[in-house]
Protein backbone atom coordinates (compact mmCIF):
# COMPACT_ATOMS: atom_id res chain seq x y z
CA UNK A 1 0.00 0.00 0.00
CA UNK A 2 1.06 3.78 0.03
CA UNK A 3 3.23 4.78 2.46
CA UNK A 4 3.48 8.60 4.15
CA UNK A 5 3.65 10.77 1.62
CA UNK A 6 4.73 14.68 1.77
CA UNK A 7 4.46 17.72 -0.37
CA UNK A 8 5.87 19.51 -1.44
CA UNK A 9 9.59 17.56 -1.11
CA UNK A 10 11.56 21.32 -1.76
CA UNK A 11 10.84 24.76 -1.01
CA UNK A 12 12.56 27.97 -0.94
CA UNK A 13 11.07 30.93 0.69
CA UNK A 14 11.97 34.24 2.26
CA UNK A 15 13.04 35.20 5.93
CA UNK A 16 9.40 36.83 7.14
CA UNK A 17 6.90 34.46 4.46
CA UNK A 18 4.93 31.69 5.78
CA UNK A 19 5.32 28.41 4.61
CA UNK A 20 2.69 25.22 4.39
CA UNK A 21 3.97 21.56 4.54
CA UNK A 22 1.82 18.93 4.14
CA UNK A 23 1.51 15.09 5.56
CA UNK A 24 -0.79 12.51 3.87
CA UNK A 25 -0.06 9.22 7.09
CA UNK A 26 -0.77 5.92 5.78
CA UNK A 27 -4.32 5.17 5.64
CA UNK A 28 -6.12 3.49 9.02
CA UNK A 29 -2.93 4.97 11.11
CA UNK A 30 -4.34 7.07 14.25
CA UNK A 31 -0.94 8.32 15.15
CA UNK A 32 0.80 11.11 12.97
CA UNK A 33 4.35 12.64 14.09
CA UNK A 34 6.56 15.49 12.61
CA UNK A 35 9.68 15.91 13.02
CA UNK A 36 12.63 18.29 12.20
CA UNK A 37 16.14 17.17 10.87
CA UNK A 38 18.22 20.68 10.39
CA UNK A 39 22.25 19.64 8.78
CA UNK A 40 24.29 17.85 11.12
CA UNK A 41 21.86 17.82 13.84
CA UNK A 42 19.59 14.63 14.39
CA UNK A 43 15.65 14.22 13.85
CA UNK A 44 13.76 16.30 16.71
CA UNK A 45 10.50 15.46 17.24
CA UNK A 46 8.14 18.38 17.22
CA UNK A 47 4.39 17.24 17.55
CA UNK A 48 2.16 14.33 18.20
CA UNK A 49 -1.38 13.64 17.18
CA UNK A 50 -3.31 10.55 18.45
CA UNK A 51 -6.85 10.33 17.12
CA UNK A 52 -9.29 13.19 18.63
CA UNK A 53 -6.91 13.64 21.50
CA UNK A 54 -5.17 16.86 22.01
CA UNK A 55 -1.88 17.09 20.31
CA UNK A 56 1.56 17.14 22.00
CA UNK A 57 3.12 20.14 20.95
CA UNK A 58 5.93 20.12 23.88
CA UNK A 59 8.91 19.90 20.64
CA UNK A 60 7.66 22.84 19.07
CA UNK A 61 10.81 25.21 19.26
CA UNK A 62 8.57 28.66 19.14
CA UNK A 63 4.85 29.97 19.00
CA UNK A 64 5.88 30.35 14.98
CA UNK A 65 5.27 27.01 14.50
CA UNK A 66 2.08 25.10 14.54
CA UNK A 67 0.34 22.15 13.27
CA UNK A 68 -3.29 20.97 12.41
CA UNK A 69 -4.76 17.41 11.96
CA UNK A 70 -7.69 17.71 10.03
CA UNK A 71 -10.16 15.05 10.24
CA UNK A 72 -8.13 12.50 11.88
CA UNK A 73 -5.66 12.38 8.51
CA UNK A 74 -3.93 14.88 6.60
CA UNK A 75 -1.97 17.09 8.58
CA UNK A 76 -0.15 20.84 7.58
CA UNK A 77 2.71 21.87 9.47
CA UNK A 78 2.77 26.08 9.55
CA UNK A 79 5.89 28.46 9.97
CA UNK A 80 4.89 31.74 10.22
CA UNK A 81 7.33 34.36 9.84
CA UNK A 82 10.33 32.21 8.66
CA UNK A 83 13.88 32.48 9.64
CA UNK A 84 16.83 31.19 8.21
CA UNK A 85 17.29 28.57 11.11
CA UNK A 86 14.16 27.21 10.14
CA UNK A 87 15.76 25.71 7.19
CA UNK A 88 15.88 22.32 7.59
CA UNK A 89 13.96 18.71 6.00
CA UNK A 90 11.02 18.61 8.07
CA UNK A 91 10.07 15.09 8.02
CA UNK A 92 6.24 13.38 9.08
CA UNK A 93 5.87 9.97 10.35
CA UNK A 94 2.67 7.56 11.21
CA UNK A 95 1.71 4.97 12.89
CA UNK A 96 -0.99 2.64 13.69
CA UNK A 97 -1.13 3.46 17.66
CA UNK A 98 0.13 5.93 19.44
CA UNK A 99 4.13 3.93 20.43
CA UNK A 100 3.74 1.62 17.53
CA UNK A 101 6.53 1.56 14.86
CA UNK A 102 6.78 5.05 13.10
CA UNK A 103 6.44 5.11 9.32
CA UNK A 104 8.34 8.10 7.84
CA UNK A 105 7.84 9.96 4.80
CA UNK A 106 10.55 11.47 2.48
CA UNK A 107 10.51 14.67 4.02
CA UNK A 108 10.01 18.05 2.71
CA UNK A 109 13.64 20.38 2.15
CA UNK A 110 12.91 23.68 3.50
CA UNK A 111 15.31 26.58 2.52
CA UNK A 112 14.56 30.23 4.31
CA UNK A 113 17.04 32.56 2.05
CA UNK B 1 20.38 17.93 28.78
CA UNK B 2 19.31 15.33 27.17
CA UNK B 3 22.03 14.23 24.46
CA UNK B 4 22.62 11.03 22.32
CA UNK B 5 25.83 10.67 20.31
CA UNK B 6 26.88 8.60 17.69
CA UNK B 7 30.34 8.36 15.81
CA UNK B 8 30.55 11.16 13.24
CA UNK B 9 32.91 9.87 11.40
CA UNK B 10 32.16 7.43 8.54
CA UNK B 11 32.62 3.75 8.91
CA UNK B 12 34.29 1.96 6.22
CA UNK B 13 34.40 -1.63 6.04
CA UNK B 14 34.61 -4.64 3.59
CA UNK B 15 32.13 -6.86 2.01
CA UNK B 16 31.53 -9.67 4.40
CA UNK B 17 32.98 -8.45 7.62
CA UNK B 18 31.14 -7.21 10.66
CA UNK B 19 30.15 -3.56 10.51
CA UNK B 20 29.63 -2.55 14.53
CA UNK B 21 27.89 1.14 15.22
CA UNK B 22 27.70 2.71 18.83
CA UNK B 23 25.41 5.05 20.46
CA UNK B 24 25.89 6.39 23.75
CA UNK B 25 23.45 8.61 25.95
CA UNK B 26 22.78 10.74 28.52
CA UNK B 27 20.49 12.30 30.77
CA UNK B 28 17.81 9.11 29.85
CA UNK B 29 16.38 6.66 31.27
CA UNK B 30 15.04 4.66 28.27
CA UNK B 31 12.40 1.95 28.92
CA UNK B 32 13.46 1.15 25.07
CA UNK B 33 15.87 2.20 22.41
CA UNK B 34 15.89 1.85 18.58
CA UNK B 35 17.53 1.88 15.30
CA UNK B 36 17.13 3.19 12.21
CA UNK B 37 18.32 2.80 8.87
CA UNK B 38 18.16 6.44 6.71
CA UNK B 39 19.37 6.00 2.78
CA UNK B 40 19.63 9.91 0.97
CA UNK B 41 16.42 11.53 0.22
CA UNK B 42 14.53 9.17 2.26
CA UNK B 43 12.84 8.70 5.39
CA UNK B 44 14.58 6.35 8.27
CA UNK B 45 12.79 3.24 8.58
CA UNK B 46 12.47 1.41 11.68
CA UNK B 47 15.07 -1.50 12.15
CA UNK B 48 14.90 -3.06 15.48
CA UNK B 49 14.02 -2.12 19.09
CA UNK B 50 15.26 -3.30 22.43
CA UNK B 51 13.94 -2.46 26.04
CA UNK B 52 15.54 -2.32 28.72
CA UNK B 53 15.49 -5.49 30.05
CA UNK B 54 16.88 -7.45 26.80
CA UNK B 55 20.41 -7.55 26.95
CA UNK B 56 20.35 -8.31 22.82
CA UNK B 57 18.38 -8.94 20.44
CA UNK B 58 19.08 -9.75 16.67
CA UNK B 59 17.38 -10.07 13.51
CA UNK B 60 18.74 -12.15 10.72
CA UNK B 61 21.50 -10.53 10.10
CA UNK B 62 21.59 -7.49 12.89
CA UNK B 63 22.74 -7.59 15.91
CA UNK B 64 21.70 -5.10 19.26
CA UNK B 65 23.37 -4.66 22.44
CA UNK B 66 21.89 -2.40 25.35
CA UNK B 67 23.43 -1.96 28.13
CA UNK B 68 21.68 0.81 30.64
CA UNK B 69 24.54 0.60 33.17
CA UNK B 70 26.99 2.13 30.20
CA UNK B 71 24.25 3.92 28.80
CA UNK B 72 25.13 2.67 25.67
CA UNK B 73 23.75 0.49 22.74
CA UNK B 74 25.63 -1.39 20.12
CA UNK B 75 24.39 -2.58 16.63
CA UNK B 76 26.03 -5.29 14.81
CA UNK B 77 25.98 -5.93 11.04
CA UNK B 78 27.20 -9.44 10.28
CA UNK B 79 28.13 -10.57 6.72
CA UNK B 80 27.87 -7.07 5.55
CA UNK B 81 26.99 -6.44 2.32
CA UNK B 82 27.16 -3.23 -0.24
CA UNK B 83 23.18 -3.06 -0.10
CA UNK B 84 24.08 -2.20 3.76
CA UNK B 85 25.25 1.37 3.13
CA UNK B 86 23.45 4.02 4.43
CA UNK B 87 23.24 5.87 7.72
CA UNK B 88 22.30 4.35 11.07
CA UNK B 89 20.47 6.17 13.33
CA UNK B 90 19.89 5.02 17.29
CA UNK B 91 16.33 6.94 18.94
CA UNK B 92 15.56 7.02 22.15
CA UNK B 93 12.14 8.37 23.77
CA UNK B 94 12.52 11.72 25.31
CA UNK B 95 10.31 11.20 28.38
CA UNK B 96 9.37 7.44 27.32
CA UNK B 97 5.90 8.31 26.46
CA UNK B 98 6.36 5.82 23.60
CA UNK B 99 6.41 8.52 20.74
CA UNK B 100 8.56 11.59 21.26
CA UNK B 101 11.91 10.22 19.82
CA UNK B 102 14.70 11.98 19.74
CA UNK B 103 17.23 10.71 16.87
CA UNK B 104 20.77 11.08 17.30
CA UNK B 105 22.96 12.31 14.16
CA UNK B 106 23.64 8.97 12.46
CA UNK B 107 27.15 6.92 11.44
CA UNK B 108 26.93 6.70 8.05
CA UNK B 109 28.23 2.84 7.15
CA UNK B 110 30.06 2.32 3.70
CA UNK B 111 30.84 -1.30 2.65
CA UNK B 112 32.75 -2.08 0.39
CA UNK B 113 32.77 -4.85 -2.41
Known amino acids: GAGVSQSPSNKVTEKGKDVELRCDPI?????LYWYRQSLGQGLEFLIYFQGNSAPDKSGLPSDRFSAERTGGSVSTLTIQRTQQEDSAVYLC???????????FGPGTRLTVL | SQKIEQNSEALNIQEGKTATLTCNYTNYSPAYLQWYRQDPGRGPVFLLL?????KEKRKERLKVTFDTTLKQSLFHITASQPADSATYLC????????????FGKGTSLLVTP
Open chain 2, 91 to 102: ALDKTNSGYALN
Open chain 1, 27 to 31: SGHTA
Open chain 1, 93 to 103: ASSLQGADTQY
Open chain 2, 50 to 54: IRENE
